[in-house]
């Protein structure tokens, strides 16, 4: 049980062309759900915390104009990286919290994302 | 606010051989501590967690790991190493309230046959 998946796995755009990853919560409903970038040789950085229904919490120095977060039902949220750079190329990994609990998150095996 | 110290950001042991993972936490509230583990090209997976109850915790895979408030200390083990645990290993911290985790850079364990 609780398992999330994220599509694509991988993806190369052009610069100035927007990408959106999905985030899924398969077997669990998911209020919450979390986004992380993680550059090559470091830890993850938590972008944005997304809960279903309402606007995205990002964190400082996140823009959210361009990390666009829709969490539109209990087991989908979307991240759209807008405007494109090649500094955006990054792994970007999702996690989600099953159900009532309030500390294990569950995360999704990531999506690695190079901008040409 | 919170913030995880792994104390080694490479660790070479050989098969068979006991697995030790350091890490130091800092935190305001009583934390809830957590290791998981990214295998190449997968998702994190939870190893173990400590939420208050025993302060020793036992895992998946044979690891276990000791919060230790005197020292702010949350080090992962493992009796004996298996090759498939080669993997990069991340000490985190919740902060108990929303949920936002904080990372540790991260440990890679390299196991040698």
């Known amino acids: 049980g609780a398992v999330v998946s994220q599509h694509p796995s991988r993806v190369i755009c052009k610069s100035g062309t927007s990408v959106k990853i999905e985030c899924r919560s398969l077997d669990f409903q998911a209020t919450t759900m979390f986004w992380y970038r993680q550059f090559p040789k470091k830890s993850l950085m938590l972008m944005a915390t997304?809960?279903?229904?309402?606007?995205?919490?990002?964190e400082q120095g996140v823009e959210k104009d361009k990390f666009l977060i829709n969490h539109a039902s209990l087991t989908l949220s979307t991240l759209t990286v807008t405007s494109a750079h090649p500094e955006d190329s990054s792994f970007y990994i999702c996690s989600a919290i099953a159900g009532t609990s309030t500390d294990t998150q569950y995360f999704g095996p990531g999506t690695r994302l190079t901008v040409l | 606010a919170q913030s995880v110290t792994q104390l080694d950001s490479h660790v070479s042991v050989s098969e068979g051989t006991p697995v030790l993972l350091r890490c130091n936490y800092s935190?305001?509230?009583?934390?809830?501590l957590f290791w998981y583990v990214q295998h190449p090209n997968k998702g994190l997976q939870l190893l173990l967690k400590y939420t208050s109850a025993a302060t020793l915790v036992k895992g998946i895979n044979g690891f276990e790991a000791e919060f230790k408030k005197s020292e702010t200390s949350f080090h992962l083990t493992k009796p004996s190493a298996h090759m498939s645990d080669a993997a990069e290993y991340f000490c985190?911290?919740?902060?108990?309230?929303?949920?936002?985790?904080?990372f540790g850079a991260g440990t890679i364990l390299r196991v040698k046959s």
């Open positions: 997304s809960n279903e229904g309402s606007k995205a919490t990002y």
């Open positions: 935190s305001s509230y009583s934390p809830s």
């Open positions: 985190v911290v919740s902060d108990g309230y929303g949920n936002k985790l904080v």
